[in-house]
């Protein structure tokens, strides 16, 4: 079956479709890579249903550390990012379920979060490329060293001997 992945020009992106490319053509698919600009147009043209869009690669980092970040963002069906068009009304109800037990039950909602991960992941709505991980190295003369999962080194909070 061919397949064509529409991908927007940015700096890492051709090396990742390269190795998409690699692999689904390892599962038997022709597949030829769509270059396209990063533009206004090119977003209308991947985000428009008509246009019957196979494999796109696309970029999200989340803005704060819960999974409902990434759910919220990338597969519920209202979310703007939804590029796979995937709606299951049922699973955004558990969506909300988890969301909901952050507050009285953290460990309960974890594991609701780990079933809804499965269940994207078993349907492949979408195909992580990479998880970051950071990294800082610090002087031994360096105290109160503080981090935030998003922003990294909390510099303000710093001091120097």
């Not at 590029?83 to 952050?102: F, H, I, K, P, W």
Request: glycine residues 4%; aromatic residues 10%; proline residues 6%.
């Amino acid at each position: 079956m061919p397949v064509i992945i529409h991908s927007p020009l940015f700096e890492a992106i051709p090396a990742i479709n390269a190795y998409f490319k690699q692999v689904l053509g390892q599962l038997g698919y022709k597949v030829t890579i769509h270059q396209m600009p990063d533009t206004p147009s090119t977003d209308d043209f991947l985000h428009n249903p008509h246009n019957h869009v196979q494999v796109q690669t696309a970029g999200w980092a989340m803005d704060f550390p819960l999974a409902s970040n990434f759910y919220d963002a990338v597969v519920a069906c209202r979310a703007l990012s939804n590029y796979s068009e995937y709606c299951n009304r049922g699973l955004d109800q558990r969506a909300v379920t988890a969301t909901t037990l952050m507050a009285t039950d953290p460990g309960a909602a974890l594991r609701d979060w780990t079933q809804i991960d499965q269940t994207i992941t078993d349907q492949a709505l979408v195909v992580p490329m990479f998880n970051p991980i950071a990294s800082t190295f610090v002087s031994a003369r360096v105290g109160n060293y503080q981090s935030n999962q998003i922003l990294g080194a909390l510099l303000s909070q710093l001091w120097v001997r």
